[in-house]
């Protein structure tokens, strides 16, 4: 091991011992943290060693190293999960109350959808107006004690009058979240923004719409201020759930059991979030599947290994957001997390299409400008640099068709002419090693274009000195061209 680190290398780290020491790598695992090696470091401080011990990344401390580009691999293995095209697997996402504060506002003198701390806040003012203090602190009791003095038609009204879903419109982010495949949406919001997000998923308000309804579907697990159902807000509501909802919590378990389960519009404290959680974690055990945290969480590490503990991982997009208010961080992250998976759907085959004519804004049109170009070895070398790079571009993401469709095919050909045919006369200045494949990159693209290339071949027999350099070129053609009338007769035995 080299004498010296590069300590910029590492994500976050910890540097110590004496200066000239031996280097130490010391890694550590998971759910455990940097901090787990502290006891060691003195007797190996004392024995002569340096110690580097990082934060390996996505644990502790650590951050993006760039602003667009959320570095997790949890978010990876979500975003494949998602857009699964088999049958074994796919994602499912729970939505909290948090996400509905992305609701477009209908009037000035309408609030944003109410958070729990909202509704504790507005309970605490009719039961303890004027001993505010003397409050519980968990909203399901105080909501229970709501009830309990005012009845069960009070609490619901209390909530209609707390969650004015008329006064609200599904914002953009709401548009993006039921865009994506999911395979089913369950929420514990009494709104119905995500209903009016997506025509195309049904509804499941209870037992009896699980046995008729088809997916995708919209699982609401408890209740909704458009219906006259009892609403599941309160202390014993969440007790008594199991036994009265079974139907509803079978249906969960499934769907917890067969995919990654995604939470976004929770935070580490609501009371849904820690229910939900503890359940799967009490009835699932170690058959359950991740379930991912998403949003501007800004754990600290003690928080973060505790969630990790209970099978939770979370996607925490603080680094990204930590100059913005809270409020605006958690729209952030919620923008930035849906982008993120919309990003990640795979291209079908036939939705492939090659680099657009953009691409190939280094080839200019003028005649004069252009044998200026390439009559100089440096610019005319820069010139194919570039060229390759799109085509590779193009290659690398082809489908591995037979024979190419024809809009396709018209797209690849006109993508070849805008790359005149004097860069061929350039090719003179590359080296060898990079001067057959770029021969045989022009060939292969006149191949899967069904441009001819007969007066390619002749012109480079006539101008190039036949010698061992550019016989393999030239054989290269040759099948080519072979090649060509084989494909060419394909196509022209298929339209």
């Not at 949890?74 to 699964?84: P, Y």
């Not at 009719?126 to 069960?152: N, V």
């Not at 199991?242 to 249906?251: D, E, L, Y």
């Not at 009490?282 to 990790?308: C, F, M, Q, T």
């Amino acid at each position: 091991m080299a004498r010296r680190a590069d300590h910029h290398r590492w994500t976050r780290q910890g540097l110590s011992g004496p200066e000239e020491g031996f280097p130490v790598i010391l890694l550590h695992g998971w759910p455990d943290d940097a901090l787990t090696w502290n006891r060691l470091l003195p007797d190996l401080h004392a024995t002569g060693f340096r110690t580097y011990v990082p934060w390996l990344r996505g644990c502790g401390p650590t951050c993006f190293r760039e602003a667009d580009i959320p570095r997790n691999g949890q978010l990876e293995q979500l975003g494949a999960a998602l857009w699964d095209r088999s049958q074994f697997k796919g994602a499912a996402v729970m939505v909290g109350a948090g996400f509905s504060r992305n609701a477009e506002l209908i009037g000035r003198d309408v609030g944003k959808p109410p958070l729990w701390g909202d509704l504790r806040e507005a309970m605490v003012s009719k039961l303890y107006k004027s001993c505010p203090e003397a409050a519980p602190f968990d909203p399901l009791r105080l909501a229970e004690e709501f009830r309990t003095y005012l009845g069960q038609a009070a609490l619901n009204d209390f909530v209609r009058e707390q969650v004015p879903d008329a006064s609200w419109r599904p914002g953009r982010m709401h548009f993006k979240l039921m865009a994506l495949p999911w395979a089913d949406v369950l929420t514990t919001n009494y709104d119905t923004l995500l209903e009016r997000a997506s025509k195309r998923h049904n509804v499941v308000m209870d037992a009896i719409d699980l046995s008729t309804v088809r997916r995708p579907r919209i699982i609401k697990l408890h209740g909704s201020v458009d219906r006259n159902a009892r609403l599941v807000i309160a202390e014993e509501d969440y007790r008594v759930y199991p036994r009265k909802s079974a139907a509803f919590v079978n249906t969960a378990r499934q769907v917890f059991l067969e995919n990654e389960l995604c939470l976004i519009g929770f935070s580490g404290d609501d009371p849904n979030f820690l229910q939900w959680s503890g359940w799967v974690r009490d009835h699932l055990g170690d058959h359950a599947r991740r379930i991912y945290l998403v949003g501007s969480l800004n754990l600290r590490p003690a928080k973060r290994r505790l969630l990790e503990s209970r099978n939770i991982a979370p996607i925490d997009f603080s680094p990204l957001t930590i100059s913005l208010p809270r409020e605006e961080a958690e729209a952030r992250a919620c923008e930035l997390f849906l982008d993120y998976l919309l990003s990640k759907e795979p291209v079908r085959a036939m939705d492939w299409m090659p680099l657009e004519a953009s691409a190939y804004s280094f080839a200019t049109t003028n005649r004069a400008s252009l044998k200026t170009h390439l009559d100089e070895p440096t610019t005319a070398k820069d010139l194919l640099e570039k060229l390759d790079l799109v085509w590779k571009s193009d290659r690398e993401s082809c489908p591995d068709w037979l024979v190419m469709p024809g809009r396709v095919r018209r797209a690849v050909a006109f993508g070849t002419s805008l790359a005149p045919w004097g860069y061929v006369r350039a090719l003179e200045y590359l080296d060898r090693p990079e001067r057959n494949p770029a021969h045989f990159c022009w060939s292969s693209r006149s191949h899967d274009g069904a441009d001819p290339v007969f007066y390619f071949v002749r012109w480079f027999v006539v101008t190039s000195s036949v010698s061992d350099e550019h016989r393999g070129c030239i054989r290269c053609l040759e099948l080519t061209v072979q090649e060509w009338a084989f494909s060419h007769a394909l196509i022209l035995a298929t339209t």
